[in-house]
């Protein structure tokens, strides 16, 4: 789409300040909307286009036309690109009771078992890879990926033979081969030792998570859920249950009291805990299990980023691996090992569980796509893995190392945590940071951070903590992008 002579003439006057440009070019495009310049559905240029019209970062664009969409000015359509708002589309956008919201979804809403677009969710721009400072947690890093040696995977994977046997309905089996390597190359490595029949391939950890709720959550369970936590776990329980607990925490983890011994289900993050990073010391899971054995708890351990520690602490036993009583249901995933996209996790349970685990994923999908879970296991078997972990984790310590270095200087204002083999620092800011603010403020400069308010029951506890992920981010634009991020909280402590 070529830019036209009115939308040249828009921006004639424009300021080329850099620190504010995004700003800018979202005023001038807002106040033309407000004026009647720009008409209603009116398609606005590409942000590309407009980009090399103004000779600007298409960055910038992007975070001005997003933040233009958020507020409801411009709208956009799948595959056609942005429009300027109708005053249809801006009515729908606005905050509306109920009932009138039903009567304009022709009556969907009050149809509704549940609304979970009504929940608090996780947000990142789909756009992500554009912007060059992603502090982004668990995302896909390009460079890290082993290119070669999983196309090796997956072309042994296509032979006929090889097609023969993973093509057919399993109706709820999974791959044997992917299982074999489970439970001899990769669960070893966490002190492991599964059973025939006590491990369910899943579509990544969350649908793991999201099984084992459907499996051991009534509306009356109790269940004990961190807080501060993944909020996607918080929302599957919330909605299964009435008798949502917040487990008391401190900077080891979860502590084993009352609260604790009076859930009948209690998710956990020994390993990492989900945000904080903080590594539960082994006294203090022994403890755990104690009192779930006591008072019949049953933890599921979400062991999110195993396989990738590489400080030589990291070989903490997890929960499952001290397990003697079948208390523990362990949860783990190749998504921040490989790619997110791969979408294969899996679950490690006594054979019960598990066995009431296929049935239930049989009644929801059947089972897992095959050749992935075959073309996986190959990848294994070949030695590959153990490859990609040595060297992705050389890769990650280096840049945990670089951005430790680097936050005393650049952000003196903060205090930070990682404990070690996490991807990303969990920041506490001073007192007046809004983080919300901070994330589109950043955005805005193509820095890329996560706001720490979502990982709380009560968003007003996380309003000055953030987390830095480094899973996603080159090692050499680690320092311009956390001086970017400092200048940013510097003008705010002003």
């Not at 909307?33 to 590409?46: N, Q």
């Not at 919201?101 to 947000?123: C, H, K, M, N």
């Not at 996560?450 to 709380?456: L, N, R, S, T, V």
């Not at 996603?472 to 992008?481: F, K, L, Q």
Request: aromatic share 8%; charged share 25%.
């Amino acid at each position: 789409m070529q830019i036209d002579t009115a939308w040249r003439l828009l921006f004639g006057g424009m300021e080329r300040d850099p620190q504010g440009l995004s700003a800018r070019v979202r005023s001038i495009i807002a106040e033309a909307i407000e004026t009647g310049l720009l008409a209603p559905d009116l398609r606005v240029p590409s942000s590309r286009s407009l980009a090399e019209a103004l000779g600007i970062s298409r960055n910038t664009v992007n975070a001005a036309y997003q933040h233009l969409i958020d507020d409801g000015l411009l709208i956009a359509r799948e595959r056609s690109g942005c429009f300027v708002a109708s005053s249809d589309d801006r009515r729908a956008s606005e905050p509306t009771n109920a009932s009138v919201a039903a009567d304009r979804a022709g009556g969907w809403a009050a149809r509704f078992a549940i609304q979970p677009s009504r929940l608090p969710q996780i947000t990142k721009p789909r756009d992500w890879m554009d912007y060059p400072y992603p502090f982004l947690f668990g995302q896909f890093d390009p460079s890290l990926f082993p290119t070669n040696p999983w196309r090796e995977s997956v072309k042994a994977a296509s032979s006929v033979q090889e097609i023969t046997r993973w093509a057919r309905d399993m109706i709820d089996d999974d791959d044997p081969d992917l299982l074999d390597q489970l439970r001899h190359k990769v669960l070893p490595r966490r002190g492991i030792f599964a059973g025939p029949g006590e491990i369910i391939i899943t579509i990544g950890s969350q649908h793991a998570l999201s099984m084992l709720v459907q499996l051991l959550v009534g509306r009356d369970t109790p269940v004990g859920i961190e807080n501060p936590g993944y909020p996607d776990v918080r929302h599957m329980v919330g909605i299964a249950t009435a008798d949502m607990r917040p487990l008391t925490s401190d900077g080891f983890g979860v502590v084993p009291d009352a609260v604790f011994a009076s859930s009948r289900v209690a998710f956990v993050t020994v390993g990492h805990q989900c945000p904080t990073t903080a590594v539960m010391p082994i006294g203090r899971r022994r403890a755990l299990l104690d009192a779930a054995a006591r008072q019949d708890v049953v933890l599921v351990e979400d062991d999110y980023e195993s396989d990738l520690s590489v400080e030589g602490d990291a070989d903490l036993p997890c929960l499952k691996s001290l397990d003697r009583a079948d208390r523990v249901i362990y949860t783990g995933s190749f998504s921040k090992i490989l790619a997110p996209g791969l979408r294969i996790g899996y679950v490690v349970a006594p054979k019960p569980v598990i066995d009431e685990l296929r049935v239930l994923r049989r009644l929801m999908l059947r089972h897992p796509p095959t050749n992935n879970q075959r073309s996986l296991a190959t990848f294994i078997q070949l030695g590959h893995y153990r490859q990609h972990l040595r060297r992705t984790a050389t890769v990650l310590e280096e840049r945990a190392a670089r951005i430790a270095d680097l936050l005393p200087e650049l952000l003196p204002g903060c205090r930070f945590r990682r404990d070690f083999g996490a991807k990303s620092f969990w920041i506490e800011g001073p007192p007046v940071l809004d983080s919300r603010d901070l994330v589109r403020r950043a955005r805005d400069q193509g820095v890329l951070i996560e706001a720490g308010d979502i990982f709380f029951l009560d968003p007003a506890e996380g309003r000055r903590y953030f987390r830095l992920g480094f899973t996603s981010i080159a090692t050499h634009r680690i320092e311009p992008g956390l001086r970017r991020l400092g200048a940013l909280l510097r003008k705010e402590a002003v």
